[in-house]
């Protein structure tokens, strides 16, 4: 404790309970979220994992990127400056920023998985350790996926020429 609870699919997870996640800080506040989620969705359905310390300035790490049998073949990585709902929500403010230690996390995670396609992979710092932890890995674009392409990397146009069997040059 303190744990986290969320759907493992967040967005009907989000419509069915009107929030994106529960906190718990005990067993009974545990087992009372459980109770109140179960009457709308089934358990499985969701997953419960330790909340980082959140310090005001270990803000989420989005690192994203576009795969080909888990070879990464463009990425780009943000960070949350602002988010709605706080702490647990999309980025309403981000800039776009350069960690290789979450690029080195994120390569060896997708490589193992040998993974195809485009997706955000979430990592908060931890306080107790310094060191970078794995928050979820979304298999998807995400709501601000406009400042990626801002910065030259194109997942829209990358995902089309992939799908379509174009070439494509990669940054």
């Given at each position: 404790?303190?744990?986290?609870?969320?759907?493992?699919?967040?967005?009907?997870?989000?419509?069915?309970?009107?929030?994106?996640?529960?906190?718990?800080?005990?067993?009974?506040?545990?087992?009372?979220?459980?109770?109140?989620?179960?009457?709308?969705?089934?358990?499985?359905?969701?997953?419960i994992q330790e909340?980082?310390?959140?310090?005001?300035?270990?803000?989420?790490?989005?690192?994203?990127?576009?795969?080909?049998?888990?070879?990464?073949?463009?990425?780009?990585?943000?960070?949350?400056?602002?988010?709605?709902?706080?702490?647990?929500?999309?980025?309403?403010?981000?800039?776009?920023?350069?960690?290789?230690?979450?690029?080195?996390?994120?390569?060896?995670?997708?490589?193992?998985?040998?993974?195809?396609?485009?997706?955000?992979?979430?990592?908060?710092?931890?306080?107790?350790?310094?060191?970078?932890?794995?928050?979820?890995?979304?298999?998807?674009?995400?709501?601000?996926?406009?400042?990626?392409?801002?910065?030259?990397?194109?997942?829209?146009?990358?995902?089309?020429?992939?799908?379509?069997?174009?070439?494509?040059?990669?940054?």
């Amino acid at each position: 404790f303190p744990l986290l609870i969320k759907g493992s699919e967040g967005l009907s997870f989000y419509r069915q309970m009107g929030r994106k996640a529960y906190q718990a800080g005990s067993r009974e506040e545990l087992r009372g979220h459980l109770r109140e989620i179960s009457e709308r969705l089934p358990l499985q359905d969701v997953f419960i994992q330790e909340l980082i310390p959140f310090t005001g300035t270990n803000r989420t790490i989005s690192f994203t990127a576009f795969c080909i049998e888990g070879r990464i073949h463009a990425h780009w990585t943000g960070i949350k400056l602002r988010e709605h709902p706080v702490r647990f929500g999309t980025a309403t403010y981000c800039k776009s920023i350069n960690l290789p230690e979450v690029y080195e996390l994120s390569r060896i995670l997708l490589s193992g998985l040998n993974y195809s396609g485009v997706c955000e992979v979430e990592f908060i710092l931890d306080p107790r350790d310094n060191r970078y932890k794995l928050i979820e890995i979304n298999a998807r674009t995400w709501l601000w996926v406009d400042l990626a392409i801002k910065c030259g990397i194109n997942y829209p146009l990358y995902i089309y020429n992939y799908l379509n069997h174009l070439e494509q040059q990669y940054p």
